[in-house]
């Protein structure tokens, strides 16, 4: 009777054993958001910013997704491809939102060296198996047609050569209304973030 029960405790405890691995294998379902100020809830609760609402609706409507939000205010496209590895180790992710380059044009620096890193970031992202999806973003009209137009291109010119999911302008719609922008012009105030989340969800839905 006693070596019954002790082959039938270890015939138990191997199937949890087993479940268990199961569960730890299961890819997670995480959708990593690396950005600058636009997606680090600049200057408003981090509940009222673009990616936490987008957290929330996950939640809502595709239970089992997750979301990490490893943004940054004034993150660079250079800093962003330097931190991306170890993001894409910790986290597997399924899905990558691309959300960088505010930055880098707003210092004027050279639009060869932001799709050079924004390439690498994508490559290193599908090569871990993960979708990706790229943010645009516009300057302001100082910036002069030549720049700004470069910089449209940028973001184009990516997502068709590398086949990734695109929203031209994250701020579409926000960011010419002075009613849902910060008084610096550059960051939506609270009442905008769902409108931020509405130009992103329909591409992002698109790679669930």
């Known amino acids: 009777m006693r070596r019954f029960l002790c082959l039938l405790l270890l015939l138990v405890c191997g199937i949890g054993a087993v479940q268990a691995a199961s569960t730890q294998a299961a890819p997670a379902k995480n959708v990593l958001v690396l950005g600058d100020s636009l997606s680090a ?11 936490h609402l987008l957290e929330v609706r996950l939640k809502q409507m595709e239970p089992g997704w997750a979301v990490i939000n490893a943004s940054i205010s004034g993150e660079t496209s250079v800093s962003g491809r330097n ?4 993001l894409l180790a910790q986290y597997h992710p399924r899905i990558v939102v ?8 707003l210092r004027g620096l050279p639009l060869t060296d932001l799709r ?3 390439a690498a970031m994508i490559d290193a992202a599908q090569h ?12 302001p009209v100082n910036y002069g047609p030549q720049y700004r137009d470069g910089l449209r291109a940028v973001y184009a010119d990516l997502a068709r050569d590398k086949h990734t999911a695109l ?10 209304n002075p009613s849902l922008m910060q ?3 550059l960051h939506p105030v609270a009442n905008g973030e769902p409108l931020v989340l509405n130009n992103v969800w329909p591409e992002l839905k698109s790679l669930l």
């Open 41 to 51: 809830a600049h200057n408003i609760p981090v509940e009222a910013g673009w990616v």
């Open 83 to 86: 931190r991306l590895p170890a």
């Open 98 to 105: 691309i959300e960088l380059g505010a930055n880098d044009g």
């Open 116 to 118: 050079s890193n924004l």
């Open 128 to 139: 871990a198996g993960a979708k990706v999806l790229l943010l645009g973003i516009e300057l």
């Open 167 to 176: 929203v031209p302008f994250l701020l579409e719609g926000v960011a010419l």
């Open 183 to 185: 008084e610096d012009g």
